[in-house]
């Protein structure tokens, strides 16, 4: 999924569970800044596509694969909040809507997967979710005027 | 022991040579042997800082950590040094932390939930640091400053720098990866299926030669 996209989930997210100060930091940083790994993966995209339009580059690292759960769980219980494995799931399950190829043990294991819902198209599923995202965060704020 | 510092380990090989010729010539002790009495000293460190003795469950402590020096120096002097044998040290050195981590639980120095937390960050370190290769050693030699900080901010540090160093070590991991789908090319919609094939037959191990 897009950036925008994960943006209004966790805009969303973090409006309807009327999170404040630390919350609302963790939320952004496991619902959105977990991408951060695409820029690690720029050096490799560019010594191997270079400056070439050429789709399906695998820009995922285990930092957003539900390995990362071995590590995001023992955080949020020393941080004694549930909003890093909350948000990241929420970040998770929409990538898992996209078809390319993911591999959600590695290290541990090499299975690949394509996710769920792979007969709908990609186009299909990202616009739906971004237009209820737009509805429900203009509503929210609407309604809480 | 020092085995993130080759220079550091060598050094100390070469100081301890006479004990380590000593242990292994004239007594005849082998590398597992010294693993596994390096394992039983930390146990009685554990219990004693357990009864509340934590300066002598300290010293004990120290007394294993020297003799987990040795069981790599035999297996390097005697030409045994095996995969085998680095990750049965590997299993001790995770049993022995478990064991003072929870002598310090018994003891009331930290609460369970940190120990626990602190344990689980050096086990997936140690579940990763073969191929990533990144271990910075912060696990029991922390604990020696329990006299000069408090050990729950001690037990916090250990989470800390185990867990940052795992994600960065599985980050390693995961651009040893990249760089190989990369080497493979062709179409970028199924290269992680044909890299993680070709993984798992480099891994995989050569068949057993057949008898006559």
């Known amino acids: 999924m897009t950036i925008v996209t994960h943006v209004l989930a966790t805009t969303l997210g973090v409006k309807l569970f009327h999170l404040h100060g630390r919350s609302v930091v963790l939320a952004y940083l496991f619902g959105v800044a977990v991408d951060i790994d695409h820029f690690i993966k720029l050096p490799y995209f560019l010594r191997s596509v270079g400056l070439r339009n050429k789709r399906g580059y695998y820009w995922r690292s285990s930092l957003q694969e539900p390995v990362a759960l071995l590590w995001i769980i023992p955080l949020s219980i020393f941080l004694g909040t549930v909003v890093p494995v909350a948000f990241f799931i929420v970040h998770l399950a929409m990538d898992y809507a996209v078809r390319y190829e993911k591999m959600p043990w ?7 997967t394509r ?5 709908i198209p990609d186009a299909v599923k990202e616009g739906v979710l971004l237009a209820v995202l737009i509805c429900s965060n203009v509503f929210l704020v609407w309604t809480r005027r | 022991m020092f085995e993130r510092l080759p220079r550091l380990d060598a050094a100390v090989d070469r100081a301890a040579g006479p004990i380590t010729r000593f242990l292994h010539r004239r007594l005849g002790i082998t590398a597992d042997q010294v693993t596994w ?12 800082i357990a009864r509340g003795h934590l300066y002598a469950g300290l010293a004990l402590m120290a007394v294993g950590q020297a003799l987990d020096h040795f069981d790599g120096a035999i297996a390097r002097e005697s030409g045994s040094a095996s995969l085998a044998g680095a990750r049965l040290d590997t299993a001790v050195d995770r049993l022995s932390e478990a064991a003072i981590f929870f002598g310090m639980v018994a003891a009331g120095l930290v609460s369970l939930k940190l120990a626990l937390l602190a344990f689980t960050a050096i086990l997936l370190l140690t579940s ?3 191929r990533s290769r990144l271990d910075p050693g912060c696990k029991r030699f922390v604990l020696y400053l329990g006299p000069w900080v408090a050990y729950p901010i001690l ?13 960065i070590g599985l980050l390693i991991v995961d651009i040893h990866f990249q760089r190989r789908m990369d080497a493979l090319g062709g179409d970028l919609d199924t290269v992680a299926s044909r890299a993680a094939e070709s993984e798992a037959e480099e891994r995989q191990p050569l068949p057993a030669p057949r008898s006559a």
């Open chain 2, 37 to 48: 009495a390096s394992f039983g000293v930390t146990i009685v460190a554990a219990a004693v």
């Open chain 2, 155 to 167: 037990f916090e540090v250990i989470f800390a720098v185990n867990l940052i160093a795992y994600v």
């Open chain 1, 106 to 112: 590695y290290p541990y294991s090499a299975v690949v």
């Open chain 2, 128 to 130: 990763v640091s073969e």
């Open chain 1, 115 to 119: 996710g769920w819902l792979t007969r």
